[in-house]
C-alpha cells in the first residue's frame, strides 16, 4: 500500500501521507497488539511523523503533515492514529476543523548566481544537462526543453527523469551515457543528485576538473560529495526560466557541428549499432536485446512504464522510451526489488480516474516478481488492466538452464550445491495470473512475444501476464566501466 501510494504522489504531485494505526495508549509497555514505537521509525524515512495527542487535535497534525509533504522536496509524511481514536466519540461541535494550506510557494535562485550559470556555460566547451527525477517532480519539462532546443545542447536522462524531455529527441545522448559523463567538461544537474546513480560525480567517471552546476529545490543537497561550480537554490521550473530569461538577452547556441557533438554521435551510433545486433539475433532462447526491441515497436507512446530487477531494469531502460513525463516509475535511489507491482497498480488507478485507456506496462525481473507477485490477486480483485512482463533468466542476473540445475541437484541437494542468485528453472509465473482469472501467457520465441503482447494491447479490460523465457546466461553488451564503479578518492 505504502508503495502504491508513493508512486500516486508522483504521478499526480498529490501529498503524500500515510497513516498507520498502533496500540491503545493505555496499553502501552504492556505487551499491546501492534505496540510498537511507529513515530520513532517512521521519523527516519519521513518529513514528518506525528501521532495527535487527541481526536481534537488530528485536523491540525493532518494539516501539518499536507503542508509538509508538498512544500519543499516533496516527501512522504507519517501519522499514527492509536486503536482507541477509531472507536471514540466526539461531539462534532469541538473539532476545529482546518482548512487546505495554500499551494506550495514557488522559490527562486540569486540573480547573481543565475548570470554565473549562465556565463559557465556560454564558456563550456563539452557542456551537458543532466535531467533528474526532481525536474520530473517540478513539471518543468516546458522550460527545460526549451533549454534544450534554443541553446542546442546535449542533455542525459536519469532513470525517472526520462521523458522529461523525449527519449527521441535529436539532444538525447543516453545511448552515449559513459562518454558524455566522463569527457564533459560543464555539466548542470536539474534536480539530479551526484549519489551513485550518477557514480558520486567523482573520477574515473567525470573529469577531475569538471564543472558542476547543481539546481536543486533542496540546500542540503548542494553541495554533496563535490563542490560546485555554481548553485541555484530554487524550484526548478522557476530556475530554467530565470536561464531562458538570460539567454533571451543574449541569445546564444552551443554549436551543433562541434567536436564535443561528433565524439557524442559517433559513440551513440556505435552503442547503438551494438544493441541492435544483439537484438537481431535469431537464436533461442532470447536475449534480453532481443526481447526488448519486440516490446518497444508495439509499446503505445503514452503508456505508464513500471520497471524492476537486476538486468531486465537496466538494459530495459537503455531500449525501452519514454516520451511524456512522470510516467516511469523504476526501483529508484535504493534499488528496492518488490515496488514495481504497487506502483503499476497505482499508475493503473491513475490511469482510469485520468485517462480512461491508457495502458500501463510493468517489466519485471524473474527474481523481482518473487517479492511481491502475490499482488495478481489485488490485480485481478480490482479487475486492472496492467500488462506484466516477467522477464525470466531463471536467477537474478543470471541463473542455469533446465539441464544444467538437473544435474546438480542429482549430484547433490539444491540446498547445498545450488548458487544463490539461481532460480528454479523454466518456472512458470504466468499461471500466478491465470489462478486469479487474469490472462496468462508463456513464451520463448520471438513470434510468440509478439503475439501475446498484441493480444494483451488489444485486451483493455483484463489484467494479463506474459512470463518470456530468455537465455540464462544473457547479459548487457560490453560496458566502459562496471555499474558500480568505485571513485578515485
Avoid at 43 to 48: G, V
Avoid at 137 to 154: D, F, M, N, T, W
Avoid at 309 to 333: C, E, F, K, S
Avoid at 439 to 467: M, W
Wanted: glycine share 6%; hydrophobic share 40%.
Amino acid at each position: 500500500a505504502s508503495y502504491a501510494a508513493s508512486a500516486v504522489g508522483y504521478l499526480t504531485g498529490r501529498p503524500l501521507i500515510v497513516i498507520g494505526g498502533s496500540s491503545e495508549r493505555n496499553q502501552e509497555t504492556m505487551g499491546a497488539f501492534q505496540e510498537f514505537p511507529q513515530v520513532e521509525a517512521c521519523r527516519l524515512y519521513s518529513k514528518f511523523s506525528a501521532r495527535p495527542s487527541s481526536i481534537e487535535a488530528i485536523p491540525s497534525v493532518i494539516e501539518k503533515a499536507v503542508r509538509i509533504s508538498i512544500y519543499g522536496r516533496p516527501g512522504a509524511c507519517y501519522v499514527d492514529v492509536p486503536a482507541e481514536f477509531v472507536t471514540f466519540q466526539v461531539n462534532g461541535n469541538s473539532i476545529n476543523y482546518k482548512e487546505c494550506c495554500l499551494p506550495p510557494p514557488v522559490s527562486m535562485a540569486e540573480s547573481s548566481a543565475v548570470c554565473l550559470a549562465v556565463s559557465v556555460i556560454r564558456s563550456a566547451k563539452q557542456p551537458l544537462l543532466v535531467i533528474g527525477k526532481g525536474a520530473a517532480y517540478a513539471h518543468a519539462e516546458g522550460s527545460i526543453r526549451k533549454l534544450v532546443e534554443q541553446c542546442k545542447l546535449p542533455f542525459l536522462p536519469t532513470p525517472m527523469g526520462k521523458g522529461v524531455v523525449p527519449d527521441n529527441h535529436l539532444n538525447c545522448v543516453g545511448a552515449a551515457r559513459s562518454r558524455a559523463l566522463q569527457l564533459a567538461d560543464v555539466i548542470v544537474l536539474f534536480g539530479a543528485r551526484l549519489n551513485w546513480i550518477l557514480h558520486f560525480g567523482l573520477p574515473p567517471r567525470y573529469q577531475p576538473d569538471v564543472k558542476f552546476i547543481q539546481i536543486d529545490i533542496c540546500a542540503e543537497e548542494l553541495g554533496n560529495n563535490v563542490k560546485p561550480a555554481v548553485t541555484l537554490l530554487g524550484d526548478i521550473n522557476a530556475v530554467t526560466k530565470q536561464l531562458l530569461e538570460q539567454f533571451d538577452k543574449t541569445p546564444w547556441q552551443y554549436p551543433p557541428e562541434s567536436k564535443w557533438w561528433k565524439i557524442l554521435r559517433e559513440k551513440m551510433k556505435n552503442n547503438e549499432a551494438a544493441s541492435k545486433e544483439l537484438a537481431s539475433k535469431t537464436s533461442l532462447p532470447m536475449n534480453y536485446y532481443t526481447v526488448f526491441y519486440h516490446v518497444q515497436e508495439q509499446l503505445p507512446k503514452d503508456c505508464f512504464v513500471v520497471s524492476e530487477g537486476a538486468n531486465t531494469m537496466d538494459i530495459g531502460r537503455t531500449v525501452l522510451q519514454n516520451y511524456l513525463p512522470r510516467h516511469r516509475l523504476d526501483a529508484g535511489t535504493f534499488g528496492t526489488m518488490g515496488v514495481g507491482l504497487g506502483f503499476a497498480i497505482a499508475a493503473a488507478l491513475v490511469a482510469k480516474d485520468r485517462s480512461p485507456g491508457q495502458r500501463v506496462v510493468c517489466v519485471e525481473g524473474d527474481s523481482a516478481f518473487g517479492f511481491s507477485g502475490m499482488e495478481m490477486e489485488t490485480i485481478c480483485r480490482y479487475n486492472l488492466p496492467i500488462i506484466v512482463l516477467v522477464v525470466n533468466n531463471n536467477g537474478i542476473y543470471q541463473g542455469v538452464d533446465a539441464d544444467t540445475w538437473k544435474k546438480m541437484v542429482e549430484f547433490q541437494d539444491a540446498a547445498t550445491v545450488a548458487p544463490p542468485m539461481c532460480l528454479l528453472p523454466n518456472s512458470h509465473y504466468e499461471q500466478v495470473m491465470t489462478a486469479f482469472g487474469g490472462k496468462g501467457y508463456f513464451v520463448q520465441t520471438p513470434e510468440e512475444l509478439q503475439k501475446s503482447l498484441k493480444q494483451a494491447l488489444e485486451d483493455t479490460a483484463n489484467p494479463s501476464l506474459i512470463n518470456i523465457l530468455i537465455e540464462p546466461q544473457s547479459t548487457r553488451k560490453a560496458q566502459d566501466f562496471h555499474w558500480l564503479t568505485r571513485s578515485n578518492m
